[in-house]
């Protein structure tokens, strides 16, 4: 399954129908992401207290599976992940070019436009709607959803 619940369940695309949906670029083993992973969360619990509208989804950077489990155990709201062995963890970074430094070699013809931690935007399509969702996030709270809203 290319997409799980925290709690390691498989789930389908249909999961973010109708949500609006941000790509979390992250790694426990970075400072300022285990700085940002805390706001997320609390957002992510504020704005779907009542009405589930927001999904983010964790595309880790972590050195093993086993370590991005536990970073999302740990620090993670309730979200979902991309599973750690799916190439469609890879494709993501690619596509958007968010990943770590020590990353690049991996992705030698993709331009890294952002380091880790990243939050990106995507519409149904997955078209990027907003690059710098966690500056959104840190500047406006829970009015950035509302600025991505789909519904």
């Known amino acids: 399954a290319d997409l799980t619940t925290k709690d390691g369940e498989a789930v389908g695309l249909s ?3 109708g949500k ?4 979390y670029f992250s790694a426990h083993w970075c400072p300022p992401c285990k700085r940002f992973t805390p706001i997320l969360k609390d957002l992510y619990e504020e704005v779907n207290e009542d009405d589930a509208k927001f999904e983010v989804v964790f595309v880790s950077s972590d050195d093993s599976a086993a370590l991005a489990k536990e970073y999302m ?3 993670h709201g309730d979200w979902l992940m991309v599973s750690y062995d799916s190439p469609v963890r890879e494709a993501l970074k690619q596509k958007f070019g ?5 990353e690049q070699g991996k992705f030698p ?3 890294r436009r952002n380091g880790i931690p990243a939050l ?3 519409g149904q399509d997955g078209s990027e709607l907003c690059f710098n969702g966690t500056s959104a996030v840190e500047g406006k709270g829970p009015a950035a959803v509302a600025d991505w809203a789909v519904w």
């Open 98 to 102: 968010c990943f770590a430094g020590k």
């Open 73 to 75: 155990e740990e620090m």
């Open 109 to 111: 013809n993709s331009e």
């Open 15 to 17: 999961a973010l129908s």
């Open 120 to 122: 990106v935007v995507v």
């Open 20 to 23: 609006a949906v941000a790509l």
